[in-house]
C-alpha cells in the first residue's frame, strides 16, 4: 500500500530542473495509462473528472468526486494526490477521513470559493484542522488563488503562502501565477512549490518551470484535452 510518507518524499531533495511531473488521471484507465508510462504518482484534475461524470468544472458533487477518486487509487500502485477543490464545505475531520477511505495520499485545497478569495487567516485555519485531524498521513498541497482572482503582486500570494506552511501544509500552489514571477515565489515561499505546465507548447517546460524553482509540476485538465482531441481525430478519418 502506498503511503503519504513515500509521495512526500518525491518532493524533496530534488536538483534544480528536475521538478516532480506528476499528470492528471480523469479515471482509472487513464490512471493506468499515466502508471504505466512510468510516472511515479499521480494527481487528479478536478476539472478533468467534472467533465468525465458529465460537470461543468466546480459542479460535481462529493460523492462523486471521492467516488471517482476511490476508482482512480485501486486502478494503479503509485500515490495518488486528489484534487479536492474548496473541500465541499465538509469538516476537517470528515474531509480527511473520506480522503483516506478514497485511497488518496494527497490533496489540493483552494482558497477560494464561488471565484471570490477565501479570507486567508480563516483559510489557514482550515487546513490546521486538516493537518491535525491527517497528521502525517495526507500531502496537503495549498493552492493560492490571488492571481485567479486578479491580484497580481506577488507578494499577495506570499503572504498567503506563509500562513498556509504555518498551518502545515506540505506544499504550496500558486495557480495562474506568470513564470516570470517564479523566481520571487520561490525565495518568499518555504517548501515545495507547484506550478502548472501545459502540454500544446505554449509556456514554459517542465524542466525550465523547475530550473526557476517549482518542486513539482501538474498539468490540470491538460492530458484529457490531448486524448479527447486525438479522439476527435480519429473519429473524423471514419465520418
Not at 24 to 52: E, I, M, Q
Not at 121 to 133: I, P, Q
Amino acid at each position: 500500500m502506498v503511503s503519504a510518507g513515500a509521495f512526500r518524499a518525491l518532493h524533496h531533495n530534488r536538483p534544480p530542473g528536475d521538478p516532480l511531473v506528476l499528470p492528471g488521471p480523469w479515471d482509472a484507465a487513464s490512471a493506468r495509462a499515466l502508471a504505466d508510462a512510468g510516472f511515479p504518482a499521480l494527481a487528479t484534475p478536478s476539472a478533468a473528472v467534472a467533465a468525465a461524470l458529465g460537470y461543468e468544472d466546480g459542479a460535481t458533487p462529493a460523492d462523486e468526486m471521492f467516488a471517482a477518486v476511490a476508482r482512480i487509487t485501486r486502478a494503479v500502485d503509485v500515490p495518488v494526490s486528489a484534487d479536492i477543490e474548496d473541500g465541499y464545505g465538509l469538516a476537517p475531520k470528515e474531509l480527511v477521513e473520506r480522503l483516506l477511505e478514497a485511497g488518496a495520499v494527497g490533496c489540493n485545497l483552494e482558497d477560494s470559493r464561488g471565484g471570490v478569495l477565501t479570507d486567508p487567516h480563516e483559510h489557514a485555519d482550515r487546513l490546521a484542522g486538516v493537518r491535525a485531524a491527517a497528521g502525517d498521513a495526507l500531502f496537503v498541497n495549498a493552492r493560492v488563488d490571488t492571481f485567479l482572482r486578479g491580484v497580481s503582486d506577488p507578494a499577495r500570494a506570499v503572504e498567503r503562502a506563509a500562513l498556509y506552511v504555518a498551518a502545515g501544509a506540505d506544499c504550496v500552489y500558486p495557480l495562474g501565477a506568470p513564470a516570470d514571477v517564479l523566481p520571487l515565489l520561490r525565495s518568499g515561499i518555504e517548501g515545495p512549490l507547484n506550478m502548472a505546465a501545459r502540454l500544446d507548447g505554449e509556456g514554459p517546460t517542465a524542466a525550465a518551470l523547475g530550473a526557476l524553482g517549482a518542486t513539482r509540476i501538474t498539468f490540470g485538465p491538460e492530458f484529457q484535452r490531448r486524448a479527447l482531441r486525438g479522439l476527435g481525430e480519429a473519429a473524423s478519418e471514419l465520418s
